[in-house]
């Protein structure tokens, strides 16, 4: 079956980095477009960044434009976040997901309908 796995979450200082994966088995990872969300404690769960089936477009919300990055590497079937510039605001459940049919843009900001999702990784910044 499909899974998901998101690893890397920690806690970090306000202004530290982290890099997060997510590391996908059980289908076809290059045929997906690939994304991250984040819920905080107390608030729905929000898109972060998408990233196209291969690699060459990506797009990001505009709370996290400039300081986070997505990549994947097709090989490994991974997708990354790496996370600069940590500010309190970013703390919470990192969750990546996948979709077959769903273009890397604005429409990854809906949450719901995504074909797969991981189950989390903390992330805690500390100010």
């Known amino acids: 079956q499909v899974q998901l796995v998101e690893s890397g979450g920690g806690l970090v200082q306000a202004g530290g980095s982290l890099r997060l994966s997510c590391a996908a088995s059980?289908?076809?990872?290059?045929?997906?477009?690939m994304g991250w969300f984040r819920q905080a404690p107390g608030k729905e769960r929000e898109f972060v960044a998408a990233?196209?089936?291969?690699?060459?477009?990506?797009y990001y919300a505009d709370s996290v434009k400039g300081r986070f990055t997505i990549s994947r590497d097709n090989a490994k079937n991974t997708v990354y976040l790496q996370m600069n510039s940590l500010k309190p605001d970013d703390t919470a459940v990192y969750y990546c997901?996948?979709?077959?049919?769903?273009?890397?843009?604005?429409?990854?900001?809906?949450?719901?309908?995504?074909?797969?999702w991981g189950k989390g990784t903390l992330v805690t910044v500390s100010s």
């Open positions: 997901a996948a979709d077959r049919t769903r273009p890397a843009s604005s429409q990854w900001s809906r949450r719901d309908g995504l074909d797969y």
């Open positions: 990233i196209s089936r291969s690699g060459e477009g990506t």
């Open positions: 059980g289908l076809t990872f290059s045929s997906y477009r």
